[in-house]
């Protein structure tokens, strides 16, 4: 199972999965971010320095929240993630979409 933590840091919502984010944990991140970025900051960071793997269902709950977030004014881009988890968003092309960045504060900081 994966444990979502969170937290609000400067009108960011920093979403921080651990271990993995795959067909049997997709859902309970998706209802837990979907609510957090309903009544929270819709500028998202996924701090993805606990995230061990990604699977494709993974990958469809970070768009469906992206879109979530981005439908209600805000946006979504990704922290800290490992290589292999760079690699994946890198061969999907998250890395293009939503952006890799190396601190939570530098992808804050990506939001302007």
């Known amino acids: 199972m994966t444990d979502l933590n969170h937290e ?42 606990d995230l061990d793997y990604i699977s494709s269902a993974g990958l469809r709950v970070i768009l469906t929240t992206a879109k979530k977030a981005k439908a209600a004014g805000g946006g979504l ?13 890198s061969v999907s092309g998250f890395d293009a979409i939503f952006g890799l960045h190396d601190s939570v504060d530098a992808a804050r900081a990506s939001f302007g």
């Open 8 to 49: 609000v840091i400067g009108g960011s919502l920093v979403l921080k999965p651990s271990r993995r984010i795959d067909s049997s944990t997709s859902k309970a991140f998706e209802d837990a971010a979907s609510a957090l970025v309903e009544s929270g900051p819709k500028k998202v960071v996924i701090d993805a320095s």
């Open 77 to 89: 881009t990704i922290a800290c993630a490992s290589a292999n988890v760079k690699e994946v968003l």
